[in-house]
């Protein structure tokens, strides 16, 4: 009989139906016997730990692709997606500006989703309360952007929203590690942060795999968000590296409209 202890989430994840929706939605089916031994601690006896693929995948389409003429519309053909992903720029975090509060403000009144905003911008717990307030579900922040990423991380938590930190790609792992416990979500960035429409870094793939490992360890149920070059070509390689969340821009907000976006995406995690 062989023994393995599996992160609790995992395991909670394949005791309250998590593993049963993603057998009915198609995804590969592997027997599993569980031995319970205490809400933490589980025993799988005979090994068959789910396929990464298996964990329900939440799709983040980025509305930086979008058009912005007709951002009610754009966000209405991402309705069936779980979230919509806002990137806020501020011009000198990064070589870029994008936009910020009031078009927040305005993506808030024109759909129910979930607001998943991405701070590109220095220092940006000036900010927090405003973003929370304009209509922001969940604000991720940069290691890189303030000096007091720790308070950061607590200012969102105490404004009531979901607390994501992330990193730019040259930047080491071992800086998120003084916050992992706490967050909600972790961003690994697979293009450098600025622009949509660039290549997804394939060095990425090894970073999503350490900080998947990092979070079954704490037992941490946070989210693992990929945001940069996805595409239906490198989604499956993506997931089954240990993301859970994939922010994608330019693979859904395409020519033939973000439906048919998403559906692919979809296809190509089945
Ligand atoms: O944060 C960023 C870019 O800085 C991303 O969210 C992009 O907007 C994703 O766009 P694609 O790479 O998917 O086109």
Redesign the pocket.
């Known amino acids: 009989m062989v023994g393995a202890s599996v992160p609790s989430h995992d395991a909670t994840a394949c005791l309250t139906g998590v593993w049963k929706r993603a057998v009915s939605s198609g995804h590969k089916k592997r027997p599993v016997n569980l031995f319970i031994e205490n809400v933490r601690t589980v025993r799988i006896v005979g090994v068959t730990l789910p396929a990464p693929a298996a964990r329900r995948v939440k799709l983040a389409p980025?509305i930086?692709?979008c058009d912005f003429t007709r951002l009610g519309e754009e966000l209405r053909a991402i309705e069936s997606a779980d979230w919509a992903?806002v990137?806020v720029?501020d011009g000198a975090f990064?070589p870029n500006i994008s936009f910020g509060l009031p078009i927040l403000a305005a993506a808030r009144a024109a759909s129910p989703l979930h607001m998943d905003v991405?701070l590109?911008i220095e220092r940006p717990e000036r900010y927090l309360k405003d973003f929370a307030e304009a209509g922001a579900d969940s604000l991720t922040v940069h290691v890189e952007a303030t000096a007091h990423i720790h308070r950061a991380v607590q200012q969102i938590k105490e404004l009531g929203k979901q607390a994501g930190v992330t990193l730019n790609p040259g930047t080491p792992l071992e800086a998120l590690r003084p916050v992992l416990a706490d967050v909600d979500l972790v961003l690994i960035?697979s293009?450098?942060?600025?622009?949509?429409?660039?290549k997804f870094i394939p060095q990425s793939l090894e970073r999503i795999r350490t900080v998947r490992r990092w979070l079954d360890e704490l037992g941490s149920a946070a989210e693992l968000q990929v945001?940069?070059?996805?595409?239906a070509a490198n989604a499956r390689a993506v997931v089954h590296a240990g993301a859970d969340n994939l922010?994608?821009?330019?693979?859904?907000y395409g020519k033939d409209g973000a439906q048919a976006g998403l559906e692919r995406l979809r296809e190509a995690l089945k």
Do not use: E, I, K, T
């Open positions: 980025s930086l692709a992903h990137d720029m990064v991405h590109m960035m293009v450098n942060p600025g622009f949509g429409g660039q945001d940069g070059g996805v595409s922010v994608a821009g330019s693979a859904v």
